[in-house]
């Protein structure tokens, strides 16, 4: 011990170290600490300091390789000088890595503790607190250190986190003042005939939100038009009310009224349909949702904190229950919404171009596009402002450095979230990861016109480099604009038989069951070239798309019996309505909630389950609250205008 203290007072002195210098300040707390540590009657501070530190637990083999100890109770140890800080190393022994949580002196900085794990300076009795593996299991007892990161005591949002609060508060706050404004209007003129809220207005129809088919405060649908089919009759109209001592309605008035809560929670909690709506899409929707947030919660779970994440993956090998969690089947989900997102766009845009009144194809296009942009991006840099200015104040646990990386990404890369190119680099540095696939989905959107024009006329490498691409995720896409143009454009049903719709239900069940199942025996990539790989890599994406697209178009066919009845439940369509904002806040949860923890969990199916149940229920709040006041506010203002 003595020695060791001499090499870092002469490293000290002569300012040299392994890493980078340590301060005089560090070295004479560190010093102290051990000191206490290891009197006959250890001090209070120091003991708690002492328990704090990171000790091996049974189940190695299971996976609890990491060390986390207690960051509570070491940031609660007050020495007077200075306090407890958690800091962790990464180590690597063998071909092993591991997290070992340590609690130092307040005054001592990342570098500097890299420097005394390297000295191996913490030390009680003789024994190392950073102790090696055994080698009964892990032959090799050489550690070496990765990176050590100590967790600020006291550390204060910086002025892009203030900056982003603030404009999420704010941003939140306008839904909620026009909602006591418009309230107040209806106290003091309850005799109004015009005193309701205005509507939500027409928009295009959208595959993230509901369809906007219902008819909510149909008798005020031109409240917020600046045209009127007469003139002189607008002008007799103003003159009865006036004469009535009815107060007109400003500008402002309609705006307030467009965006609050009396008008667009009529239409988010709405479950009317019309003939002209795909019914059946909102249960698939919602269902397909349910599955993403399900492997998203396994996935950040076992990236983050699981504790016995070898037997997490021994039990997902071996039951094939566990398919709501392996992430092969579950990614499927990801292309039934890439297939709801060209059958709607191509709707769309033979929509603009029916109703173009002779308009050239370029605007045409130019105002597909940025209803696209406008209709996604308002929730979209919403989250990222959540990110930022969320997760820094947020109470930190011992996995909170994810939670901060994240942060960090969104600081960097901001800009590409908002030019919808996030897709392009590297997963390690996306800002909001999973927003990767509405850059997908908006660089497709993009290539509708053209696909259409054609049509007329005629891991992490994988996951960098292939799942997040445009030309891998493309098929569906294409499945689903092909799907959209038949329905627009059929004169009669393709579907004439109950034997070939029941023939059309047989294969598409057995296709569905094939596509799901076979990633259980495809789960081990092999080094060398795979036809098998190869091929299901190639095919499935498409063959999921037109398994889902058979079913769409059956249930609309009038051949979809229980299918289409469960499907068009009326329940489905107020979770439809906040798919999108789901999609959005869902892993921001995931990761809160594990960025608080000091402990791993331990996978149990139950466990996996109660974690499915509680995010999914949080994940529905929070996304009804910032659709009601972000997403469908921004959506109907364009009705103001």
Known sequence: MLERCLVILLMVVSG???????????????????????????????????????????????GNMNRLGSLSECLSADAGDFKGQYCQVVLKQGKMEYIVGLCVPSTCKDGEVEVLVIIDIFQYKGTSLIAPVPSV??????????????????A??????IVCLLICLILAA?????????????????????????????????HYGTFQLNNVHLRLANSCS?????????????????????????????????????????????????????????????????WIISGHTIQIWSMINLDNSNRWKNSVTRNPLNILTIGGPAYLAVDTFLLIGGLLSVQSLLTLIKNSKGKGIFWIVVKYVLNRYKRIQPLHLYTVCLCVGLLPVMQKGS?????????????????????????????????????????????????????????QRSHAAYFDYYYVMPHARCAPYVVGILLGVFMKEKKEHLLRTERQAAAGWVSTFILLALLIAVPYFLNDVPSYPSASHSIYQGLHRALWAAAVAWIVLACEEGYGGFVQSFLSLCFWRPLSNI????????????????MIQETGLQYTAWNLLYLFIGHSFLTVMSAFLLTLLVEKPFLYLKSCT
């Open 156 to 161: 204060t949002p910086d002025a892009s986190a």
């Open 579 to 594: 798919s999108f904002a789901c999609y959005m806040v869902h892993p921001l949860i995931i990761i809160g909630y594990s």
């Open 137 to 154: 299991l892990l032959p090799n007892d050489t550690q070496g250190i990765y990176k050590a990161q100590c967790l600020e005591n006291m």
């Open 226 to 290: 600046h045209e009127d089919e007469s003139s002189k009759a607008s002008d007799i109209t103003n003159q009865e009310r006036r004469s009535q001592g009815v107060r007109e309605k400003s500008f402002f008035d309609h705006f307030m009224a467009t965006i609050s809560l009396q008008n667009t929670a009529a239409a988010v909690l709405s479950a009317q349909t019309t003939g002209r709506s795909y019914s059946t899409l909102n249960g698939i929707r919602v269902l397909s949702l349910l």
């Open 16 to 62: 040299s170290s392994f890493h980078g210098n340590i301060t005089q300040r560090c070295f004479q707390d560190t010093i102290r600490f051990l000191e206490d540590l290891n009197k006959d009657e250890p001090s209070p501070y120091a003991v708690l300091m002492y328990d704090a530190f990171g000790k091996m637990g049974s189940d190695f083999t299971g």
């Open 399 to 455: 996995f909170w450095n994810f939670a901060e990386m994240q942060t960090e990404n969104c600081k960097r890369r901001w800009w590409t979230n908002l030019l919808l190119i996030n897709n392009f680099f590297e997963s390690s540095e996306i800002c909001i990861p999973w927003s990767w696939y509405l850059a997908v989905d908006m660089q497709l959107y993009i290539l509708t016109p053209v696909l259409l024009f054609v049509f």
């Open 174 to 206: 306008l839904p909620l003042s026009a909602t006591l404004y418009v309230a107040v209007l209806k106290w003091k003129s309850p005799k109004s005939e015009d005193s309701s809220p205005a509507p939500h207005g027409d928009f295009d129809e959208n």
